[in-house]
C-alpha cells in the first residue's frame, strides 16, 4: 500500500509558475511509476505527466509539454511538478498517482493503482 501527499497547490497569475510536490509513504517509491493528474469539475481526470519508476522516462500531455517537468528524488520518496507559464486552462484539482511497481508510464487513470487527496491549482488571468 502507498500512501501519497500532495502539497504546494495554490493561486498564482497566468504566466507565473508553481511547483507541486507529492510524498508518499513505504519502501517501494523507488519501484513506482508516477503521474500527475488535474482535474475540473464537470470534466474528467486529465493526464498531466509521468515518471518511470527510475526516472529515465517521462511523458507529457501535449497541453503541458515544454511547461512543466516532472521529476523525483527517489531518496526523499518524493515526486515534484514544476509548471511554468501558466494559463487559465491549467487551473484544477492535481492529484498525484502511483502505479503498481516496475509498470511503465502510462496516461489512463485507470492505470494508477495509488492516489493522493489533490491540491488546488488556481490561475488568475
Known amino acids: 500500500q502507498v500512501q501519497l501527499v500532495e502539497s504546494g497547490g495554490g493561486l498564482v497569475q497566468a504566466g507565473g509558475s508553481l511547483s507541486l510536490s507529492c510524498i508518499a509513504s513505504?519502501?517501494?517509491?523507488?519501484?513506482?511509476?508516477m503521474g500527475w493528474f488535474r482535474q475540473v469539475p464537470g470534466k474528467e481526470r486529465e493526464f498531466v505527466a509521468a515518471i518511470a519508476w527510475s526516472g529515465g522516462s517521462t511523458k507529457y500531455a501535449d497541453s503541458v509539454k515544454g511547461r512543466f517537468t516532472i521529476t523525483r528524488d527517489n531518496a526523499k520518496n518524493t515526486v515534484y511538478l514544476q509548471m511554468n507559464s501558466l494559463k487559465s486552462e491549467d487551473a484544477g484539482v492535481y492529484y498525484c498517482?502511483?502505479?503498481?511497481?516496475?509498470?511503465?508510464?502510462?496516461?489512463?487513470?485507470?492505470?494508477?493503482?495509488?492516489w493522493g487527496q489533490g491540491t488546488q491549482v488556481t490561475v488568475s488571468s
Open positions: 513505504g519502501r517501494t517509491f523507488s519501484m513506482h511509476t
Open positions: 498517482a502511483a502505479r503498481k511497481p516496475y509498470y511503465a508510464p502510462g496516461v489512463a487513470p485507470g492505470a494508477y493503482d495509488y
